[in-house]
């Protein structure tokens, strides 16, 4: 009993920045890494209708049944015993009430037309990146679920394009905290449109192909928000502020005009550009009075052997951005916009 006191102290600690009532829940190591936070278990539960049963195939210990719970009837399917204990232990500390089934929910009778699905991504509880060792497997959740009015199914954002464009539905990247967080398939649209969402702002922008590229940056470099970059939007973002892509650098874009209030970008003051060279570069940050820079690499190469070759004692705060130009390497000295 003390064992599994202290577990839960440990895990409810580990559990704060994903719930508020983190201090109520209960939890297994492993289906706390996979749960959904609580704001990406808002947004999945806001694609459904209000006030149909909508039911979770993946429970766990319930952070997604919870969000759907709060938005109309609910109903959940888990295979493991505790978790599903522990999951109506979690929604009756949120005050809500569920059923849960104790079976495969891909084997169950299905009596409603709305679901979603997580499936676990672990193999030996090591992750994994190969769909067939997913539980359940996406291909058969998205064979049963195309007779739904809409399934949604989470899926990881690192899964290659052709893996994901097997599944008959369109795919957002979704993304909170400056971090693509997730792929998100909504089974059985037509139009198969690929976009990225941001949590945050509710803003969405949708795939295109890569913008017009420039060697040498401008004035201003913005990083692109990883979601837009997954989701092929650059060339949507460039178009909508005027921006062009830098070289081979999949993600950085270049402007001479400053956009401080798009949420899918962040923007840098140039400082100097120059062809990769360490001594170079150390030289140009010397002269500039830079603190060791932070270093964004778009290019391969080793991040940390560059901070370590740039220990500096100056006291201004610079970035150094790498990307490609064919075979060749740059270097952008920037610094945050104020």
């Not at 993946?58 to 505790?82: C, N, Q, S, W, Y």
């Not at 522990?86 to 037309?113: C, K, R, T, V």
């Not at 037509?190 to 060697?215: C, H, K, M, N």
Request: net charge neutral; aromatic share 8%; with cysteine.
């Amino acid at each position: 009993a003390g064992r599994w006191a202290f577990t839960q102290w440990a895990l409810r600690k580990q559990a704060r920045p994903k719930f508020e009532l983190a201090e109520k829940m209960l939890f297994t190591r492993e289906s706390l890494e996979q749960a959904t936070s609580e704001r990406l278990a808002r947004y999945h539960a806001t694609r459904f209708p209000q006030g149909v049963m909508v039911a979770d195939l993946t429970v766990g210990i319930g952070a997604d049944l919870i969000a759907l719970a709060k938005r109309g009837p609910a109903k959940g399917f888990e295979i493991d015993e505790e978790r599903a204990a522990y999951a109506q232990y979690n929604l009756a500390a949120h005050g809500l009430e569920a059923e849960i089934q104790i079976q495969d929910s891909l084997g169950a009778s299905w009596d409603f037309q709305y679901a979603f699905a997580d499936p676990a991504r672990r193999v030996g509880g090591k992750r994994t990146l190969n769909p067939d060792d997913f539980q359940p497997n996406p291909t058969d959740l998205a064979k049963k679920m195309g007779k739904l009015d809409l399934g949604l199914i989470k899926l990881t954002p690192m899964l290659p394009d052709k893996v994901l464009g097997e599944l008959p539905g369109s795919i957002e990247f979704v993304s909170l905290g400056r971090e693509c967080r997730e792929a998100l398939v909504s089974v059985g649209n037509p139009d198969r449109p690929v976009s990225a969402v941001q949590i945050e702002s509710g803003a969405r922008l949708f795939a295109g192909d890569y913008p017009p590229t420039v060697d040498e940056p401008m004035e201003f470099l913005y990083e692109a928000d990883p979601a837009a970059i997954r989701a092929d939007c650059l060339e949507s973002l460039a178009l909508e502020l005027d921006l062009m892509a830098l070289s081979d650098s999949n993600g950085y874009l270049t402007g001479n005009r400053l956009w401080t209030q798009s949420s899918w970008v962040t923007p840098y003051r140039v400082v100097a550009s120059h062809r990769a060279d360490i001594t170079a570069t150390k030289a140009t940050l010397e002269t500039l009075g830079s603190s060791t820079p932070i270093v964004k690499s778009r290019a391969g190469v080793d991040v940390e052997a560059l901070r370590r070759a740039w220990r500096l004692k100056g006291k201004r705060e610079l970035i150094v951005a790498v990307y490609a130009v064919g075979k060749s390497i740059r270097h952008v000295v920037m610094e945050h916009v104020r």
